[in-house]
């Protein structure tokens, strides 16, 4: 069992923001399973690539925080995650259920409480989630190149946690 968990959003982070024009994201919204390649076919490669590392690296579990919840069913963002390469990185209670609020801030604390084996968690949001980097941290990528090699970096830089992602980071020099 891991216990490490990396809370991830998927507008932003794996999907580049714009990745999908207006009628592509209208199309998906009205029947997501028929677009499902349309959607895949749209992720940061090397986002993908950086999350699957990082899961390998840091035995560390995904823990899906996408306001994506909202508007679709677990089913499809669970094939969505499939098909790109990212099912067998999740933890078994992979999505994070909203409770109280819309805040994902609260989802993860939720999350958490709900997982006390979990003694490290990494979020990963294009948006300030106000984490106060105590319990979890956060890598912010920008949103519209999604996650990067060099965001790795830098959070191991910033964090002190170079032996945790320098295999990730020197793997993207490569």
């Known amino acids: 069992m891991s216990h490490r968990a990396v809370m991830i959003d998927i507008d932003g982070v794996i999907l ?39 899961s390998e690296r840091a035995s560390a579990k995904l823990v899906v925080i996408s306001s994506l919840r909202y508007a679709f069913p677990d089913t499809f963002i669970r094939a ?8 067998p990185h999740l933890h078994k209670d992979w999505f994070a259920p909203f409770k109280v609020s819309s805040n994902k801030r609260d989802d993860i604390g939720f999350w958490l409480d709900d997982h006390r084996r979990v003694k490290q968690a990494f979020a990963i949001d294009d948006h300030d989630l106000g984490l106060g ?42």
């Open 80 to 87: 969505f995650l499939d098909r790109i390469g990212l099912g």
């Open 16 to 54: 580049p923001i714009g990745a999908c024009t207006d009628v592509e994201v209208g199309l998906v919204r009205t029947a997501p399973d028929a677009h499902l390649d349309l959607v895949a076919a749209r992720v940061s490669q090397e986002a993908v690539a950086c999350l699957q590392g990082l």
């Open 133 to 174: 980097g105590k319990k979890v941290r956060q890598i912010m990528p920008d949103g519209r190149r999604g996650l990067t090699r060099a965001d790795l970096k830098e959070a191991a830089k910033r964090w002190e946690l170079e032996a945790l992602f320098r295999e990730q980071a020197m793997e993207g020099a490569r």
